[in-house]
């Protein structure tokens, strides 16, 4: 499973849970907590009634006696509440009637007043309100009206009527539990509402997060793929990704890396290939030592010491470019001192070549202006330079290597066999080369490798085609 997965799994699980919780808890407490508010508000009416009864039942007029035609101001005053008209909007309901039932009883329990007349004379004794308040306890309790239908659910709370602190009887006011249904329903769904967009802002959060560590981790995947093989002379060094936090000090650890392992890489691949090119002129510098030490002919010892020199001049240029190629891969750009001529380059280059030309008996043509750019000087020069060189060594004598300059395009073509097809995406690449056309490999390869480094410090490119006969390579410098 893929890390965004993964965060995404993660988030979405632990998320749910909580929020699972959290709103269980919730809901499971509004209907106690909107309940509990109820008798609240029942305590402080059982209360202020029961006040208001007890000079009515302490003088009889509310009894047992006088049960059937009892008139009191009291009972008059509670029906004429249960017959009033109400429009009540609550918070957004609407409340169109009056729900309070109110009953009272004497001090043995019996009811001698019921506000819906129909348990005067019941004896209420055992009900758990009655019981505990003509004990002096809080008496409460909660009933249904149905046995097996919770909505019919009725809540109880009585209150003492005291006459000089005796209790002569209790007053108990009976109200439905459906009529604060509706605040209840309304708040859960509120809550579940709440909780909802909650749950889909956190979504929203934990994707944009997760989207973020993972753009940032595949950005870190992507820096560590491009780097994890050694680079060439020609390839540009990723930069390193900016990244935050902890990801930053590993963005940095990589490169730090990075650079320890291009430097090894780097020493590794020049010791092995310089190792293997100097192979071939120390076995023929010591083989032509060691017969030089034998009493040879004069025209075999001149041999072998020409084979002495060759070799020699062989290894100087190697060393030559290795040096110079070892100091273009240590600058990361250009330092143009003022607007340069690619003619003028060109011109300097040929004159730099003409004489190893002229021992080839291959003829030098520049043709073409050219323009003028930001460009280093020495370093173009060298660039062409290091392509008519390379052109003379492919020249069949007798050949021409012609130099076209125009705009920032600078083209060497020579007259020679050609670059095999396969060998084309190699050139230049340190150390590897084509055979010339005496079927020799007597090149280091260094040559193309300083031209494309050179490119490499000027924005640049090439183009490398076989002109059948001949091949050319098409300079284009940045501007």
């Known amino acids: 499973m893929r890390l965004g997965l ?22 499971a407490e509004i209907k106690p907590s909107v309940r509990e508010v109820m008798e609240d508000m029942m305590v402080d009416t059982a209360n202020i009634l029961a006040e208001l009864a007890s000079e009515e039942v302490a003088s009889g007029h509310m009894s047992l006696a006088n049960l059937r035609t009892q008139d009191s101001t009291f009972a ?97 006011v009976a109200k439905p539990t459906r009529t604060v249904q509706r605040f209840i329903e309304r708040a859960e769904r509120k809550v579940l509402k709440g909780g909802v967009l909650l749950l889909s802002l956190s979504a929203l959060v934990g994707i944009a997060i997760t989207l973020w560590i993972v753009w940032h981790v595949r950005r870190l995947r992507d820096y560590a793929l491009s780097v994890q093989a050694p680079t060439s002379t020609s390839s540009a060094t990723p930069p390193v990704p900016e990244v935050p ?103 300097h280059a040929l004159a730099q070549c003409s004489a190893r030309a002229r021992q080839r008996r291959v003829q030098l043509v520049l043709s073409g202006a050219g323009a003028s750019g930001p460009w280093e000087a020495d370093l173009v020069t060298l660039a062409i330079g290091n392509l008519i060189d390379n052109a ?22 020579d007259e020679g066999s050609g670059v095999p097809e396969y060998a084309l995406p190699r050139l230049g690449e340190r150390f590897f080369t084509t055979a010339r056309p005496d079927g020799t490999r007597s090149g280091s390869g260094l040559g193309l490798a300083i031209v494309r480094r050179v490119l490499d410090l000027h924005g640049g490119d090439w183009q490398l085609s076989n002109l059948h006969p001949g091949f050319r390579i098409r300079l284009q410098f940045g501007h």
């Open 6 to 27: 993964r965060l995404l799994f993660a988030f979405f699980l632990i998320n749910g849970i909580a929020a699972f919780f959290v709103l269980r808890v919730f809901t």
């Open 76 to 172: 008059r005053s509670v029906k004429r509440y249960a017959m009033r008209p109400v429009d009540a909007s609550i918070w957004g309901l609407s409340k169109q009637s009056l729900d309070y039932r109110i009953y009272v009883v004497d001090a043995t329990g019996h009811v001698i007043f019921d506000s819906e007349g129909r348990a005067e004379g019941m004896d209420y004794s055992r009900w758990r309100d009655v019981a505990l308040t003509l004990k002096g306890q809080y008496g409460a309790r909660a009933s249904r009206d149905v046995a097996d239908d919770d909505s019919s659910g009725v809540m109880y709370v009585a209150a003492p009527i005291l006459v000089n602190d005796r209790i002569i009887g209790a007053l108990t």
């Open 245 to 347: 936090g902890e990801l930053g000090d590993l963005a940095r650890a990589m490169d730090h890396m990075r650079e320890r392992l291009e430097g090894r890489d780097y020493i590794e691949g020049y010791v092995r290939a310089l190792t293997h090119e100097l192979k071939s002129p120390v076995a023929a510098i010591r083989g032509a030592g060691e017969l030089l030490q034998d009493d040879l002919p004069p025209a075999d010892r001149e041999q072998f010491a020409a084979q002495v020199v060759e070799q020699s001049e062989r290894l100087q240029r190697l060393i030559d470019r290795l040096l110079e190629l070892s100091k273009l891969e240590q600058r990361q750009h250009a330092d143009p001192a003022k607007p340069v001529s690619l003619h003028g380059c060109a011109e």
């Open 392 to 413: 003379i060594d492919f020249s069949p004598e007798g050949g021409t290597v012609r130099i076209e300059v125009q705009g920032n395009h600078v083209s060497v073509s």
